[in-house]
T-cell receptor, first 110, second 111 residues
């Protein structure tokens, strides 16, 4: 029982490159979330999903896209990476009242 | 707009020196106040959920309390292994179930 698994754990991108972060959960949770964490800013919600096939914008969605084709997976895409997207990205899933976080992806855009 | 403010930003304690962390919040229709612990390089780890004013929960040296405007995380006789960042979050009304986080308190306990 792995909980929430994020891949990759680390990545370095050049400005303008694209990539996809994968989040997988094995708890059959309906809700999934992508947050970014920056020093002094706390965790900020990028996008979220309330069920398979649904997505919605969070607090800081610009420059990101998401997809939830399968209930257990939530993908976060960066189409054209920018240095401002250097951050640590956390995925979470929930089935009220429990929230479980992954271990994070550290992304550096140079 | 839902908002969470944590204080202090950082706290340094000597082993055994008890103290409290504060989380003040404004939210429409509180459906839970959450405390998490986060170690360097790791994801947040769940500690407590509180739902109504007056509620208290304890786990080892930690005790969380809730009023209508704020929550406190009391740390009694802390040990160096309690060193971490402590995050507070609220879940408000609506069907999204999303959490709004504060910026955290970085706790360092020195032996």
């Amino acid at each position: 029982n792995a909980g929430v698994t994020q891949t990759p754990k680390f990545r370095v991108l050049k400005t303008g490159q694209s990539m996809t972060l994968l989040c997988a959960q094995d708890m059959n949770h309906e809700y999934m979330y992508w947050y970014r964490q920056d020093p002094g800013m706390g965790l900020r919600l990028i996008h979220y999903s309330v069920g398979e096939g649904t997505t919605a914008k969070g607090e800081v969605p610009d420059g990101y896209n998401v997809s939830r084709l399968k209930k257990q997976n939530f993908l976060l895409g960066l189409e054209s990476a920018a240095p401002s997207q250097t951050s640590v990205y956390f995925c979470a899933s929930s089935s009220s009242p429990s929230y479980t976080f992954g271990s994070g992806t550290r992304l550096t855009v140079v | 707009e839902d908002q969470v403010t944590q204080s202090p930003e950082a706290l340094r304690l000597q082993e055994g020196e008890s103290s409290s962390l504060n989380c003040s919040y404004t939210v429409s229709g509180l459906r839970g106040l959450f405390w998490y612990r986060q170690d360097p390089g790791k994801g947040p780890e769940f500690l407590f959920t509180l739902y109504s004013a007056g509620e208290e929960k304890e786990k080892e040296r930690l005790k969380a309390t809730l009023t209508k405007k704020e929550s406190f995380l009391h740390i009694t006789a802390p040990k160096p292994e309690d060193s971490a960042t402590y995050l507070c979050a609220v879940r408000g009304g609506g069907a999204t179930n999303k959490l709004i986080f504060g910026t955290g308190t970085l706790l360092a306990v020195q032996p």
